[in-house]
């Protein structure tokens, strides 16, 4: 465990540090944000065709249940 701790400090000193200047920082938060409202409106989206696919199931249903109680009355 003690190797391996001084192996762990030993590569943490040698690793090189890393400051993106500010202008990537902040192009790279935009692409984000840009990301992020994306993803909102795709699941909006989503949401609205997952109620309108409910929508839609259910007038299927009433139509076939239609069509059987229309196929009844004719078998009488």
């Known amino acids: 465990m003690v190797a ?7 590569a943490t000193a040698e690793r090189p540090e890393h400051h993106p ?3 990537e ?8 944000e840009d990301l992020r409202r994306k993803m909102v ?3 909006q989206r989503h ?3 997952a109620r309108e696919m409910e929508r ?4 299927n249903a009433d139509l076939l249940t239609e069509a059987i109680s229309s196929l009844d009355g004719l078998k009488r």
């Not at 920082?25 to 984000?32: A, F, T």
């Not at 839609?56 to 007038?59: I, Q, S, T």
Request: glycine share 8%.
């Open 4 to 10: 391996a701790r001084e192996e762990f400090k030993k």
């Open 21 to 23: 200047p500010e202008h």
């Open 25 to 32: 920082v902040q192009e790279i938060r935009g692409n984000l």
């Open 41 to 43: 409106r795709i699941e």
């Open 47 to 49: 949401q609205e065709m």
């Open 56 to 59: 839609l199931g259910n007038v």
